[in-house]
């Protein structure tokens, strides 16, 4: 079965720093992986994906992502937040496209003015 | 529609009452999935429709929990005799194809059991 971790429950950065959310993953074969945001009273939304192909995969909204097999390790990066992009992000995982995705418990991120 | 669209947005019910929870997806999407999310959680996984057919339905807690999709577009969600823990956000998603595309999810609906 496949599961997901998400180490950090809260993260505070400043405007403008860089970010990097965790996201670890347990599935035995090369997974579907995702991350996925929710704003505040809005519905969630993909950020980006990814299958086979190059390990570093870019997002919208200026995010991207690096697939490490050896760490099973799917984390999300982003040189520079915006005030914006503060929200609760999702880090998911799928067996196979005829499945379903399994979701991790999020990772809310706070942006300091 | 441009979106999945989910009503209602809101439903509050009494304990043991019946509710029905409605998700329209993108047209054209075969995928369709219901997930719930609970407060400071993610989404935990209910349903999945392949065109009419459930794919997996796995994720139903219990057979108080039903779900459709008669045409292959138009999903309802269905629960009997409704209990407190049954309060949560219904989230459904669609998806072109399955998983690998990713997914368009709804805004919700937040139901209340009282």
């Known amino acids: 079965a496949q599961s997901v971790t998400q180490p950090d429950i809260h993260i505070t950065v400043s405007e403008g720093a860089s970010l990097e959310l965790r996201c670890n993953y347990s599935y035995g074969a090369t997974p579907y992986l995702f991350w996925y945001v929710q704003s505040p009273g809005q519905g969630l939304q993909l950020l980006l994906k990814?299958?086979?192909?190059?390990?570093l995969v870019q997002g919208i909204k200026g995010f991207e992502a690096e697939f490490k097999r050896s760490q099973s390790s799917f984390n999300l990066r982003k040189p520079s937040v915006h005030w914006s992009d503060a929200a609760e992000y999702f880090c998911?995982?799928?067996?196979?496209?005829?499945?379903?995705?399994?979701f991790g418990d999020g990772t809310t991120l706070t942006v300091k003015p | 529609g441009a979106g999945v669209s989910q009503t209602p947005s809101n439903k509050v019910t009494e304990k043991g009452k019946y509710v029905e929870l409605r998700c329209d997806p993108i047209s054209g999407h075969t995928a369709l999935y219901w997930y719930r999310q609970s407060l400071g959680q993610g989404p935990e996984f209910l349903i999945y429709?392949?065109?009419?057919?459930?794919?997996?339905d796995s994720g139903l807690p219990n057979d108080r929990f039903f779900a459709v999709r008669p045409e292959g577009s138009v999903s309802t969600l269905k629960i009997q005799r409704t209990e407190r823990g049954d309060s949560a956000v219904y989230l459904c998603?669609?998806?072109?194809?399955?998983?690998?595309?990713?997914?368009?999810f709804g805004s919700g609906t937040r139901l209340t059991v009282v």
């Open positions: 998911a995982v799928g067996a196979s496209n005829a499945g379903k995705s399994t």
């Open positions: 990814y299958f086979s192909g190059d390990t």
């Open positions: 998603a669609s998806s072109l194809r399955g998983t690998g595309d990713g997914y368009t």
């Open positions: 429709f392949q065109g009419t057919g459930a794919a997996d």
